[in-house]
């Protein structure tokens, strides 16, 4: 069965970077681009950006262009998103989800982040 | 940007009872409307892409319409474990944009 298990809650001070992990199974890895979404306490859904597992292609939501960097381990079918210079503003869960085009069939557990001193 | 607006931030309804939840879309998106329900302490889940297309094991009082800019969610007989957040995205174009979300409550 699909699964996409993501890394643990992080807690880490401002001005720092973090980086978090996605691991697929269940599926071909690189059949499918994985996306990651970021959701505020209480807030909705916001599209971070997309990779292609397949040859490590990018598209950014403009708005975390210099914030979010996306990479992929095809030897471990694991998906990565860095955020960098963080800030308050950036504690939230972020999910891993994968599509083929067709809406985001699977999604991970989610990886609290927190941003405090 | 596509803006995708959800009116209702909240809608009650009681077992038993249809309910309709709406988005629209600030530009025509072409019917690739996707809908997930989020319950709470839960990671989102698929409900319907391409506007109407049921995802796999989802439940058939779930359904989806709509063309153009505006779109419906439909649960014709709603259930107590349908209490969730309801959000729509296109899948149109990049950046692929939720709606506010809509919180379903039950009476």
């Known amino acids: 069965q699909v699964q996409l298990q993501q890394s643990g809650a992080e807690l880490v001070k401002p001005g720092a970077s973090v980086k978090l992990s996605c691991k697929a199974s269940?599926?071909?890895?690189?059949?499918?681009?994985m996306y990651w979404v970021k959701q505020r306490p209480g807030q909705g859904l916001e599209w971070i950006g997309e990779?292609?597992?397949?040859?490590?292609?990018?598209n950014f939501n403009e708005k975390f262009k210099s914030k979010a960097t996306l990479t992929v381990d095809k030897s471990s079918s694991t998906a990565y998103m860095q955020l960098s210079s963080l800030t308050s503003e950036d504690s939230a869960v972020y999910y891993c989800t994968r599509s083929d085009g067709e809406g985001l069939d699977y999604w991970g557990q989610g990886t609290t982040l927190t941003v405090s001193s | 940007d596509i803006v995708m607006t959800q009116s209702h931030k909240f809608m009650s309804t009681s077992v038993g009872d249809r309910v309709s939840i709406t988005c629209k879309a600030s530009?025509?998106?072409?019917?690739?409307v996707a809908w997930y329900q989020q319950k709470p302490g839960q990671s989102p889940k698929l409900l319907i892409y391409w506007a109407s297309t049921r995802h796999t094991g989802v439940p058939d009082r779930f359904t989806g319409s709509g063309s153009g800019t505006d779109y419906t969610l439909t649960i014709s007989s709603v259930q107590a474990e349908d209490l969730a957040l309801y959000y729509c995205?296109?899948?149109?174009?990049?950046?692929?944009?939720f709606g506010g979300g809509t919180k379903l409550e039950i009476k």
């Open positions: 995205q296109q899948h149109y174009s990049t950046p692929y944009t």
């Open positions: 530009q025509d998106v072409s019917t690739a």
């Open positions: 990779i292609n597992p397949s040859n490590g292609g990018t």
């Open positions: 269940g599926y071909t890895f690189t059949s499918y681009y």
